[in-house]
């Protein structure tokens, strides 16, 4: 396989299916980002749609961290915006637009979230050069794909271009359906 990935994004019609009350039996954001953020981190949402898993993370991060929440499309980040804002988290979260060949964000960040996006990228190795620059040192990423859509094998090359951008591989949480990893700077 190439590094130069069929790019599919995820429509912003489509935003319904990702903010599913029932997602949360399989991917509880709570559960899932517990462990890794606290209060006054400044925290990476890459790809953050229509804000599932940004809205934890303004939560955990509490009012003296932030969260910088980017996406490729303005609608998702519309509906993530408004979703904060309606939860009275608004204040605790910059959103922002990027390009498709770069983050465009200013760390360092203390975590890193890039759920069911980074086979969404067209340059998945520059993406991980560019997110190990934004971690601050020790810091971690972590990655989750959807299973029934990536293959171990293409999951396996994302890890080898996370090792070869110099970022540290371990195992995941166990997240059902998922394919996961930390990625540590």
């Not at 190990?132 to 972590?142: C, Q, V």
């Amino acid at each position: 396989m190439s590094e130069q990935r069929k790019h599919r994004v995820c429509p912003v019609e489509k935003a319904g299916m990702l903010d599913h009350p029932l997602r949360r039996l399989f991917e509880n954001p709570a559960r899932i980002l517990g462990p890794f953020v606290a209060e006054g981190m400044s925290v990476l949402d890459f790809g953050c749609g229509p804000g599932y898993f940004t809205l934890e993370l303004a939560r955990l991060v509490g009012p003296s961290g932030h969260v910088t929440a980017v996406d490729l499309q303005p609608g998702m980040l519309a509906k993530a915006r408004q979703k904060l804002d309606q939860a009275g988290l608004g204040e605790r979260v910059t959103f922002r637009a990027i390009r498709a060949d770069a983050i465009g964000a200013v760390g360092p960040f203390a975590f890193a979230l890039v759920f069911h996006v980074l086979h969404e990228v067209p340059e998945p190795a520059r993406f991980l050069g560019e997110l190990r620059s934004l971690l601050a040192p020790g810091r971690r990423a972590l990655l989750a794909e959807p299973g029934y859509h990536i293959g171990r094998r293409e999951f396996s090359v994302s890890l080898d271009l996370a090792r070869r951008a110099g970022l540290n591989v371990g195992p995941g949480p166990r997240i059902l359906f998922n394919r996961t990893a930390i990625l540590e700077n």
